[in-house]
């Protein structure tokens, strides 16, 4: 039985002394594969981000001109209020884009840009039950990337209408 477990241990031997003769070798490999893909990973690093920049610049922008959008709605909407209610003397269209700019100075994001929204009204002063509608334009300047696309597709207009009838 001696004799049978003699060869088993010097074979399980020569394994691990094998195994401990390549090991080196293999881990020095290693570290060159892995050298290879730290280099192969910095260069997709480099092609992917100005994508994600993009990605992420554009969902910022995206948010800003929404935002935008939401306050020159919010602004018509506080413009025709001040315009229906039952007041005496009625309120003016000059007492309407008060209201409206005073709204959209306030809230606005404009990026440091001088533009100003655009105010029409028509209806202002009518008779009860008549409709008065106030509409506020702002073309929007953006941060970086709505200066850009304005470049390529022209000024970026945002419009919103309210109606309300008189009091």
Known sequence: MSHTTRPFAAHAASKSSAASRHAPALHASG???????????????????????????GTVELGIALYDKAV?????????????????????????????????????????????????????????????????????AGLGLGAMLSAVTGPITLTATTVMNNE
């Open 72 to 140: 020159i709605t919010n602004a018509s909407r506080e413009g025709a209020r001040a315009g229906i209610v039952l007041k005496s003397p009625k309120p003016t269209s000059a007492d309407i884009k008060n209201v409206v700019q005073n709204y959209t100075s306030s809230f606005l994001v404009t990026f440091g840009t001088a533009n100003t929204p655009t105010v029409t009204q028509t209806g202002q002063g009518g008779a009860f039950g008549t409709p008065l509608s106030v509409t506020v334009s702002y073309q929007y």
């Open 31 to 57: 570290r060159r594969r892995s050298r290879r893909q730290a280099g192969v990973a910095a260069v997709e690093f480099a092609l992917i981000l100005p994508l994600l920049l993009l990605l992420i610049f």
